[in-house]
């Protein structure tokens, strides 16, 4: 369930006529935390209220979409609760209670004034029915009485952290040198959004609510706030969460080892700063190779050995001092090894030194190879052809074997 912060500003809205008036009020979304009914926010709609009348109950209901609420009520002393354990009154949060002395139409009628003993125009005590006791109310009650109506209006501040709490765990990011991916930051759409990015990061932002505070060669961005406040659905009061699509491209050769880090985000929100889950971050620059042979064609005696032999750099690092050494069965000859400038061969044995330059990841080397004739063999024989890899900075060798059948 999306939450509300656990306090609000109350500044109900209650209209009372004569004996028997209304007692109305709006409940809105206070999207800045000021106070007041901003032009451009957003009325809460589906909250139940609880309505008492002199320390009873006196009815309960849910506001209408455009966040108001409307009873009969007469003479008596009214309060105004929340029924959300999620979001409840706070007496210090109040602000700018208005309380207007109106007849029983609901119109507006100006104070009465008088003239001092000096001359001077001076305002004059509203007057009222009967004169009472003063009491000292809660901020969410007040006193109806005949003729008198009191206005409140009921602003909610949103918990974003709890909204933020209910965003999923952010899945690791790998990467290889130079490899680029797009990354996607939700956040709450009412916040500004504010990453630090590791350095081993060059960064590709969208530029339309980028911020001018941002600075991406350091690794910081800011982005504004992404749309007005609009709870995606009515009458849950929490912010409707946005997406930041950031690119992000590993830097080359900044180590020779695989670097761990994360991205930090902030949620800038009208109720403060919010951590944001951590993006984690891996960049594989360390050496890690695989080695494959793959035959293309079948065999038979007299006949080519079509081998590849696929070398492929997984991280996409730079790669250099490499050795692929391939030893040749003795009655098994090398025609040929291609590309010619990579190798060197005898008829039975190979030897070539693949280099890969940042980003490359695959390497692959044709072997063609001369079988035994015809009548050579007088049984079923096997053969197998071993290549290895080795490098120093290999943690190991790299080794595959390939094996094969003739029969005579």
């Known amino acids: 369930m999306k939450r509300c912060a656990p306090y609000v500003f109350l500044i109900a809205m209650f209209w009372l006529a004569s004996c028997s008036g209304r007692i109305s009020g709006q409940v809105f979304i206070d999207a800045n935390n000021n106070g007041f009914y901003d032009f451009d926010e957003s009325p809460a709609s589906g909250v139940k209220l609880v309505i008492t009348k002199d320390n ?71 007057v009222v029915p009967a004169a009472q006791p003063k009491k000292v109310l809660a901020p969410n009650c007040k006193e109806a009485t005949i003729g008198r109506n009191i206005d409140f209006e009921i ?16 899945v690791q990011v790998t990467l290889g040198p130079g490899e680029e991916r797009d990354v996607k930051i939700p956040f709450p759409c009412e916040c500004d959004l504010r990453c630090t990015f590791p350095e081993v990061l060059d960064l590709s932002p969208q530029v339309g609510r980028l911020s001018p505070r941002s600075q991406p060669s350091i690794g910081l961005l800011e982005f504004n706030r992404a749309t007005e406040p609009s709870p995606d659905v009515p009458g849950e009061l929490s912010a409707s969460t946005c997406t930041e699509q950031i690119r992000i491209k590993a830097k080359d050769d900044v180590s020779t080892q695989d670097v761990s880090a994360h991205i930090k985000c902030k949620a800038k929100c009208p109720n403060g700063e919010n951590q944001l889950p951590t993006v984690p971050i891996k960049i594989a620059y360390g050496l890690n190779m695989e080695l494959k042979q793959q035959m293309l064609d079948a065999v038979q005696l007299g006949g080519i050995l079509n081998i590849d032999v696929v070398i492929k750099n997984r991280n996409g690092v730079k790669a250099d001092g490499l050795r692929l050494t391939i030893s040749v069965p003795t009655t098994v000859s090398v025609q040929s090894v291609e590309p010619a400038s990579m190798c060197n061969f005898t008829h039975d044995l190979i030897r070539c030194d693949p280099i890969f330059d940042v980003g490359e990841r695959e390497k692959v080397i044709n072997v063609r190879y001369e079988l035994p004739a015809i009548g050579s063999i007088t049984q079923s024989t096997s053969y197998k052809i071993t290549a290895i890899l080795d490098g120093s900075r290999l943690e190991r060798d790299v080794q595959d074997i390939i094996s094969f059948t003739l029969t005579p």
């Open 155 to 170: 602003g909610i501040v949103k918990d974003y952290l709890a909204d933020i709490n209910d965003l999923p765990d952010r």
């Open 56 to 126: 009873k109950k006196f009815i309960s209901g849910f506001t209408l979409p455009d966040g108001t609420f409307s009873v009969k009520g007469d003479t008596g002393v009214y309060c105004i609760a929340i029924d959300d354990p999620d979001i409840s009154s706070s007496q210090t949060a109040v602000k700018n209670v208005l309380a207007t002395s109106t007849p029983g139409t609901g119109t507006a009628t100006p104070e009465t004034t008088g003239t001092s003993s000096t001359g001077t125009t001076t305002p004059t005590t509203p």
